[in-house]
């Protein structure tokens, strides 16, 4: 393949990548129209899960976990990363507009770098604190408009928090593990799975009946949650990683504007000079860590 014919496939890989990541917002907000949170949610895990280990082990033949230590692993890099991760965030999602949870997860660069220099108790950075502080900034100034009516409210914003949290703790976990060579859709499927067992006992208890209509409305988006944007993003994600890991970066900001670019034509959600100005500060705080981190890879 020509050069001029690798960068073109590399474009069009990275373009589908962030429109498929981004939109997991919108379709979010939509399955909610129909039925429970956790009733979004847990047909979706199964569906992903199904799809991510059938193609890991029926095709690919990846064997399965060796042994208890490798799925006690999965098991609590499934918590974190879908299970309270995932749980917080569907429920949030009821309190946010869907723009303003994809300038949330956005962050998630800047919390792991945060919250991985507290936990093995390294000293903070400027670049750190001044990351952490613009994204932190931008996310409350693009929420100042919403916040009162109906696309945000304190709690909302406060469950996004918790969620991106959580799913920075599962990322720090799950870099320090020594998977020994096991692949990574036998690792997110599994893991997947484990999340939605978590999720499953809560949805039972909390099953309103009346609550929830089984439409293809909703069917619609659990199919485009567990597809596209689910094992489709991961594995356009694990192309760009393996093309050129400092470039494939670079596309991660522009999901935030994607997602609320998104939100605006599927949801009509209102676009403001706060959310431009909220999403440049969060842009400027990512690139700030990603500039770290490539000094960092230079300087090993």
Known sequence: MSNRNATLLNFLIGITFVIFWSSASSATKIGL??????????????????????????IMRQPLPANKTAWKKIAIYGFFNVGLYLGLYVVAMQEVSAGLASLFIAINPVLIMLISTLWFRQPLTTVTVVSFTLCMAGMLLAAYPLLGGSHASTLGLSLLLLCNISYSIGAIYFSKQDWQNMHILTINGWQTLFGCLYLLPFALFYYQPAANTFNGSFWGAVVW???????????????????????????????????????????GEPLTWYTLAGVTLVIVGLYFVQLMKNEQANEK
């Open 33 to 58: 129209k129909y039925v429970q949170p956790l009733l979004l949610a847990v047909p979706r895990f199964i569906l992903a899960a199904a799809i991510m280990l059938g193609i890991a082990h029926l």
């Open 225 to 267: 949650l567990a597809i596209p944007t689910s094992v489709i993003a991961t594995l356009l994600w694990m192309m760009l990683l393996r093309d050129h890991p400092t470039k494939a970066s670079a596309w991660l900001f522009l999901c935030p504007v994607a997602g609320f670019c998104i939100a605006a034509l599927i949801m």
